[in-house]
């Protein structure tokens, strides 16, 4: 919506006038949770056969779908107004399924980069403190957001205790700067698991994480072979998007379940996204 080459910024600017008066902030208001029920979610996802469920609660753009106490751009104080991970969690314990969380937090280094190319709220300083360093894609990120990434990913380990915790890709692409970090997170994380007396685990992308040490994920995407480790495909339901859109493509059954006992013939696993609009309920399809 940042991009001036985008089909996104032009929709935007036609839909909700210019980026100075309503930015991605104003949005938020209108994401309300209003028909959310965690219970609903789990029954159907149990259903279906998951043995886990693995909530994006930090995506890139800096919004926290858990109680964040570094901020108050999260879903509790805005939005739903509601302990999303927490309440995701409760119900899926109490079912019998694995929680984890995907945290995006390295990503925010440069997500909103674009907004700063032009005339854009990003710019307000008012606003300084979603829409984060918002710095060049190709820079690497310096030891106050690192410091800042590690103390939030700590928090949520501790106060979730998580069974998994998924990373995104940057952390392999600036690994000479976040190599250090990961290394104490996974020494923090494994212990951690060990002190609760659960199995805990690390999924990633490309080389963030020697092999052996945390379980590779590959994105819409399948290994050729079959592996001596342990992996995770993570792909969507939808063919277009992760989140909600208007026209989804969905996938058919048959595919789905071709790809499940191709993974797992291959000694893997599956985790399959959903799209759920903005009021909380999963569509029919």
Known sequence: MYVKDRPEYTYHLQTYGPHTKFGYKDFIPLFKGEKWDPYT??????????????????????????????????????????????EL??????????????????????FFHPGRLIDSDVNDPEYADF?????????????????????????????????????????A???????????????????????????????????????GTAVLDVERGQLGDISPFFWQTDTSICRKSWCHIKDHDYKSPEHIIRQLVDVVSKNGCLLLNVAPRADGTIPEE
């Not at 119900?91 to 390295?106: C, K, M, P, Q």
């Not at 957001?145 to 069974?163: A, I, N």
Request: aromatic share 22%.
């Open 173 to 211: 692409e600036r690994k000479s700067v976040f190599e250090p970090y990961l290394q104490f997170f996974a020494a923090y994380y494994y212990n951690r698991g060990h002190q609760w007396g659960e199995g805990v685990v690390i999924t990633y992308k490309y080389d963030a994480f020697p092999e």
């Open 41 to 86: 979610w789990v029954e159907l996802f149990k259903k279906a056969g998951a043995k886990y469920i693995v909530p994006v609660v930090q995506f890139h753009d800096g919004f926290a779908m858990y109680d964040c106490p570094f901020t108050h751009w999260n879903s509790v104080r805005m939005g739903p107004k509601r302990d999303v991970a927490g």
């Open 89 to 110: 969690a409760k119900a899926a314990r109490e079912n019998g399924l694995r929680f984890g969380v995907s945290y995006h937090f390295a990503e925010h280094w440069f």
């Open 131 to 171: 829409y984060g360093p918002a710095q060049p894609k190709d820079t690497s990120p310096d030891e106050t957001f690192l410091d800042h990434w590690l103390e939030r990913l700590l928090h949520l380990v501790d106060t979730y205790k998580p069974s998994l915790v998924w990373f995104d890709w940057w952390i």
